[in-house]
Nanobody, 123 residues
């Protein structure tokens, strides 16, 4: 019954911004981290960012550091990914995930996944 639903994707010009949201329903998991991953066409899924349950600990992939910001609102069961200065290389399907990973950047350790939202960046 647990479900994660991403939204906020779309088409944006290079240099523009988008804000993605991920809403969790069907259960609450105190202490679970929330992560964002992305998969471009023809490529493997890769880590983007993760935030701890308290929000005090965040980790970013080097490729997005300084441009993307992850946050969460536990009262609303929602995580966010603010994406600024978007580049064509950022185009991908973005997925949110939740779980108690021991290694925060390892996608295999996340328990729940959303269906993904498409981000397209035009030049």
């Amino acid at each position: 019954q647990v479900q994660l639903v991403e939204s906020g994707g779309g088409v944006v010009q290079a240099g523009g911004s988008l804000r993605l949201s991920c809403v969790v329903s069907g259960g609450t998991f105190s202490g679970y981290a929330m992560g964002w991953f992305r998969q471009a066409a023809g490529k493997e899924r890769e880590f983007v960012a993760v935030i701890s349950w308290s929000g005090s600990n965040t980790v970013y992939a080097d490729s997005v550091k300084g441009r993307f910001t992850i946050s969460r609102d536990n009262a609303k069961n929602t995580a966010y990914l603010q994406m600024n200065s978007l580049e064509p290389e950022d185009a991908a399907v973005y997925y949110c995930a939740s779980g108690p990973p021991r290694i925060l950047t390892n996608e295999d350790e996340y328990e729940y996944w959303g269906q993904g939202t498409q981000v397209t960046v035009s030049s």
